[in-house]
């Protein structure tokens, strides 16, 4: 079993749609949570950190459950520029800042 | 400021040919890391450094060297290349700390014949 895991997708919506990402970690240990996005070809680039109390930003709303090992990423009125893959990352610690990554959700957003 | 660097962008070797990548960063950073990201996977670590001077194995480390000379720049060496090395090559950089993430370079496409 991986250790992040994520429905890898793809996930096709139309413009103004709400999607919701799921991601789930096997580590009780993990310390940071994040969501990044990547551009096909590109780098991974942060999108968002994610804390137990949830957070926002614009259209994007990210959840911790640690009782359940569960992050979410929910977007709200998609845009076409929302199309990329999300990854789900998490912060294992360790004395060097290790990170895991999911392998990540696609999202293909139409008009 | 031009954050994370890498060089070359593309290469293509033959089997058994070697070849250094260079990553360089400007942001003052302490740890530095090279992953590589292969269709359908999450990024693996291939090493990873702590500070100048510096290195340790991540989870993919055979087949691949690095060197930490100066705290700015983290050199990625293949000695002898093989196909299975195919990959997209990132790497990384960031503060100390649990909650600090990892700021990712453009990445490095390389393909072995």
Same mark, same amino acid.
């Given at each position: 079993r991986k250790e992040v895991e994520q429905d890898p997708g793809p996930f096709n919506v139309p413009e103004g749609a709400t999607v919701a990402f799921n991601c789930t970690y /096997?580590? /009780?240990?993990?310390q940071s949570f994040f969501w990044y996005r990547q551009d096909c070809r590109k780098e991974p680039k942060l999108l968002m950190s994610v804390y137990s109390s949830g957070n926002e930003d614009g259209r994007f709303t990210a959840q911790l459950n640690r009782a359940s090992q569960y992050i979410s990423l929910l977007i709200r009125d /998609?845009?076409? /520029?929302?199309s990329a893959t999300y990854l789900c990352v998490v912060n294992r610690g360790g004395g060097y800042n290790k990170l895991i990554f999911g392998a990540g959700t696609r999202l293909a957003v139409h008009p | 400021n031009a954050g994370v660097t890498q060089t070359p962008k593309f290469r293509v070797l033959k089997t058994g040919q070697s070849m250094t990548l260079l990553c360089a960063q400007d942001?003052?950073?302490e740890y530095m890391y090279w992953y590589r990201q292969d269709p359908g996977m999450g990024l693996r670590l291939i090493h990873y450094s702590v500070g100048e001077g510096t290195t340790a194995k991540g989870e993919v480390p055979d087949g691949y060297n690095v060197s930490r000379l100066k705290k700015q720049n983290f050199l990625l060496g293949l000695e002898s290349a093989a196909p299975s090395q195919t990959s997209v090559y990132f790497c990384a950089s960031s503060y100390p700390g649990s909650t600090d993430t990892q700021y990712f370079g453009p990445g490095t496409r390389l393909t072995v014949l």
């Open positions: /096997s580590n /009780s240990a993990s /998609s845009k076409l /520029s929302d | 942001m003052n950073h």
